[in-house]
């Protein structure tokens, strides 16, 4: 179940209230313009399953999406305990950066955590398989895969160059707990 831990930053940076209620989630997500749904996300992929398979499965979602978004390119992030690059990847993502795009995720398998920080909080959402979250262009975040990752997400986004990252080099993401499910 989708997971929304808030950090207070005007209060120091622990934990001030956390919650599984999706209306709380997505009222939470309102000051960010973060868009949080719930999707169906019950196809099996194969262990082996590349980003084809991934994308075929769920063709019918990522045309709908397109539709409604604009979006002009899609990939797919699918990562398990044993990935070769999993800690080389858990870093590039663990910086907070922005992006000049909306960066739009749909969880179709595992979990992973979100970080979307502004001047006075950070909110830490836990998605897991099913959760669609939209992320406007500019917005400062992170993602945290754990230390044994195992998530697959397919990513929409309005430019053909697909994920670039403007780093921030604030070092914020390393003073907040980080995902260890």
Not at 74 to 101: N, Q, Y
Not at 106 to 119: I, Q
Not at 152 to 177: C, E, H, N, Q, Y
């Amino acid at each position: 179940m989708t997971t929304m831990t808030v950090y207070d930053l005007t209060k120091g940076k622990a934990p001030q209230d956390a919650t599984r209620d999706e209306r709380e989630i997505r009222k939470a997500l309102i000051p960010f313009d973060v868009r949080f749904e719930r999707w169906e996300a019950t196809k099996q992929l194969a262990s082996g399953a590349g980003q084809d398979a991934v994308l075929e499965a769920y063709a019918k979602d990522i045309d709908r999406l397109k539709k409604i978004g604009g979006y002009q390119s899609v990939d797919v992030v699918r990562i398990h305990p044993e990935h070769p690059d999993r800690e080389a990847m858990r870093g590039k993502f663990l910086s907070e950066h922005t992006h000049a795009d909306d960066e739009v995720r749909f969880f179709v398998e595992g979990a992973g955590a979100f970080y979307l920080r502004n001047n006075e909080h950070v909110l830490k959402v836990v998605c897991e398989a099913g959760d669609l979250l939209s992320v406007p262009a500019h917005t400062r975040h992170w993602f945290d895969m754990g230390p044994k990752p195992l998530f697959a997400a397919i990513r929409l986004f309005t430019t053909p160059d697909g994920w670039v990252a403007s780093f921030t080099g604030d070092k914020i993401a390393d003073t907040i707990p980080k995902h260890e499910p």
